[in-house]
């Protein structure tokens, strides 16, 4: 493959992550507000997160294992989904597999000491979480449900 042929593609992934993030920051702006804070509640992050990753002027691309939670948390219509699929594929073409329905997921709410401080409290949430995720994923093969 020629130099110029990589660089057109190139910019052609880069044009296509700027559309499907606009596409993206439409749907949080139709969204009621508290959208932006729900989401990074699920990342266990802050709103300012969900603010940078949604600006088509950042080229970072949204990592595909996010999807699912930012459909479900952003309330995609079918419609929405697929268009916003269309242009996800279009810019990461090796990344996208076809992934089979992700399996119910329920919500469980706990209750744990303030550590005094943001900082604290927003790496306690992230441990708590990424140990939730990792303890799934480890006992998914053992569900008779999956």
């Given at each position: 493959?020629?130099?110029?042929?990589?660089?057109?593609?190139?910019?052609?992934?880069?044009?296509?992550?700027?559309?499907?993030?606009?596409?993206?920051?439409?749907?949080?702006?139709?969204?009621?507000?508290?959208?932006?804070?729900?989401?990074?509640?699920?990342?266990?992050?802050?709103?300012?997160?969900?603010?940078?990753?949604?600006?088509?002027?950042?080229?970072?691309?949204?990592?595909?294992?996010?999807?699912?939670?930012?459909?479900?948390?952003?309330y995609f219509s079918t419609?929405?989904?697929?268009?916003?699929?269309?242009?996800?594929?279009?810019?990461?073409?090796?990344?996208?597999?076809?992934?089979?329905?992700?399996?119910?997921?329920?919500?469980?709410?706990?209750?744990?000491?303030?550590?005094?401080?943001?900082?604290?409290?927003?790496?306690?949430?992230?441990?708590?979480?990424?140990?939730?995720?990792?303890?799934?994923?480890?006992?998914?093969?053992?569900?008779?449900c999956v």
């Open positions: 493959m020629t130099t110029q042929l990589k660089r057109v593609r190139h910019r052609h992934r880069q044009d296509s992550v700027r559309v499907y993030k606009q596409l993206l920051r439409s749907i949080l702006d139709q969204r009621p507000s508290g959208t932006r804070l729900r989401v990074a509640e699920k990342f266990g992050k802050n709103r300012s997160f969900v603010s940078q990753f949604s600006n088509p002027c950042y080229k970072t691309p949204i990592p595909s294992r996010h999807l699912g939670t930012i459909f479900e948390a952003c419609n929405q989904k697929r268009d916003f699929m269309q242009v996800y594929r279009a810019a990461h073409p090796q990344r996208v597999t076809e992934r089979h329905p992700d399996p119910a997921k329920r919500q469980l709410t706990i209750e744990v000491l303030d550590l005094g401080e943001k900082t604290k409290n927003r790496e306690l949430d992230r441990l708590i979480m990424e140990f939730a995720h990792s303890a799934t994923t480890l006992l998914r093969p053992f569900s008779c």
